[in-house]
């Protein structure tokens, strides 16, 4: 039987899984929503929804550079209170 869903002409968007997985290990929060837009992408694209896929693919990458931004942030912070207190 074939596959009746959609398949949308042209290239997926991508989905910044490797982002948002790098900001999850930065910045759990921030990561776990970048984690949950990237991982919609590619379902929305197969279903035809090709604006909602290219929606959640902007929202997967600002979540993700928002917190590896904040993560890199509180990082550094950290890392100059410790250097301060040698």
Do not use: F
């Not at 930065?26 to 970048?34: I, M, N, Q």
């Not at 896929?53 to 904040?70: N, P, T």
């Amino acid at each position: 039987m074939a596959d009746r869903t959609p398949n949308p002409p042209g290239a997926a968007p991508s989905n910044h899984l490797a982002l948002a997985l790098v900001s999850l290990l930065l910045c759990t929060v921030l990561g776990t929503v970048a984690l949950v837009y990237a991982a919609q992408v590619a379902a929305e694209w197969r279903m035809g929804n090709t604006w909602i896929a290219e929606e959640y693919s902007r929202k997967a990458r600002g979540w993700a550079v928002w917190g590896i931004a904040l993560g890199l942030v509180v990082v550094g912070i950290v890392g100059l209170v410790i250097l301060a207190e040698l």
